[in-house]
C-alpha cells in the first residue's frame, strides 16, 4: 500500500518561478525523503529529513516536515527546465527497513 | 562509480510467456530492491534482499514472481506466466545501508 500521496498530481508553472509539492502520509515515520524521476529514467535521490528535523535545503530545494501534520513539503526555488520531472516522497517506518513511496507529483517548468 | 546496471531496458512478450530481468547493483551495497512502476504510479516495492537474505516479500506476487540473489550480489527477477497487468518498469535499486536507494534506469515490460 501506498504510504505518501502527493499534492498535486499535476503542476504547471514558468521557468524562474517557484514550485512546491506536498506529501502526506499516515503513519509514524523515521525518515521521509523525496526523489526525482525524468522521463523514462529511474529515480535519483534528492534529500532526506529525519523525523526529528524539521527543515533542511539543498542547493534550490527546501524540504519541511512537520510531524504533528503527518507531512512533508518539497519547494525547488528559481526553477529551471531541467528540474521538468516526477517527484515522489517516500518514507520508511522505525524498524522498518521498507521505503514505501507515493504516487508522485508531475511537474513542468515552460519556458 | 558505476551505478546500478539493469537489463534488457525494453521486453515485449505475449501473455502466458515468461520473462527474466538482471541487476548489478553497485559494488559493496548490500541492500537490493525490486520495485515495480505502473504508469502514473509510484513504484512499489516486490523484494528486498539484505545480503543473500530476503527481508521483505510480502507484495512480491509468488504465484508468478520469483527473485534471487545468489551470493549476494547480482539479482534476477522473473515472471511466469506474464499477465497483461504485469506491464510495467522494473526497477532495481541498491543502498549501502537501507536509507538512500540509488536506483537503475529500469526494465520497461510490455505484455499484449
Known amino acids: 500500500s501506498q504510504q505518501g500521496e502527493e499534492d498535486p498530481q499535476a503542476l504547471s508553472i514558468q521557468e524562474g518561478e517557484n514550485a512546491t509539492m506536498n506529501c502526506s502520509y499516515k503513519t509514524s515515520i523515521n525518515n521521509l525523503q523525496w526523489y526525482r524521476q525524468n522521463s523514462g529514467r529511474g529515480l535519483v535521490h534528492l534529500i532526506l529529513?529525519?523525523?526529528?528535523?524539521r527543515e533542511k535545503h539543498s542547493g534550490r530545494l527546501r524540504v519541511t516536515l512537520d510531524t504533528s501534520k503527518k507531512s512533508s513539503s518539497l519547494l525547488i526555488t528559481a526553477s529551471r527546465a531541467a528540474d521538468t520531472a516526477s517527484y515522489f516522497c517516500a518514507t520508511d517506518g522505525w524498524g522498518a527497513q521498507k521505503l514505501v513511496f507515493g504516487q508522485g507529483t508531475r511537474l513542468t517548468i515552460n519556458p | 562509480e558505476a551505478g546500478v546496471a539493469q537489463s534488457p531496458r525494453y521486453k515485449i512478450i505475449e501473455k502466458r510467456q515468461s520473462v527474466a530481468f538482471w541487476c548489478n547493483p553497485i559494488s559493496g551495497h548490500a541492500t537490493l530492491y525490486w520495485y515495480q512502476q505502473i504508469l502514473g504510479q509510484g513504484p512499489k516495492l516486490l523484494i528486498q534482499?539484505?545480503?543473500?537474505?530476503?527481508?521483505?516479500d510480502s507484495q512480491l506476487p509468488k504465484d508468478r514472481f520469483s527473485a534471487e540473489r545468489l551470493k549476494g550480489v547480482d539479482s534476477t527477477l522473473k515472471i511466469q506466466p506474464a499477465k497483461l497487468e504485469d506491464s510495467a518498469v522494473y526497477l532495481c535499486?541498491?543502498?549501502?545501508?537501507?536509507?538512500?536507494?540509488?536506483f537503475g534506469e529500469g526494465s520497461r515490460l510490455t505484455v499484449l
Open positions: 529529513i529525519r523525523s526529528n528535523e
Open positions: 535499486a541498491s543502498s549501502p545501508g537501507a536509507v538512500e536507494l540509488f
Open positions: 534482499f539484505q545480503n543473500n537474505g530476503v527481508v521483505d
